[in-house]
């Protein structure tokens, strides 16, 4: 849940509040597309910025999750 809300604020804060200062959208499409588009530079091309991961050579989150190395155990809270 912690990872999911972390994804959720980074794409408010890094695409949905820049996508809708630079264009109107006219329909879901075109907005799905720039979404698009911002993923796949997000896990494909932008060098990782979690300092967890940087310690085992991860520069894209997708190099983490393609190299087949297990990720360090992150500390979760503990549900009751």
Do not use: W
Request: glycine residues 6%; charged residues 30%; contains cysteine.
């Amino acid at each position: 849940m912690v990872i999911q809300k972390g994804l959720i604020r980074q794409l408010a804060d890094e695409f949905y509040q820049v996508a809708f200062r630079k264009k109107v959208y006219h329909n879901l499409e075109e907005l799905q597309k720039d979404l698009d588009e911002f993923l796949y530079q997000y896990n494909f091309e932008r060098t990782h910025q979690g300092y967890k991961l940087k310690e085992y050579g991860y520069k894209t989150p997708a190099e983490g999750f393609f190299s087949g190395k297990t990720c360090p155990k992150l500390p979760f809270p503990k549900v009751a």
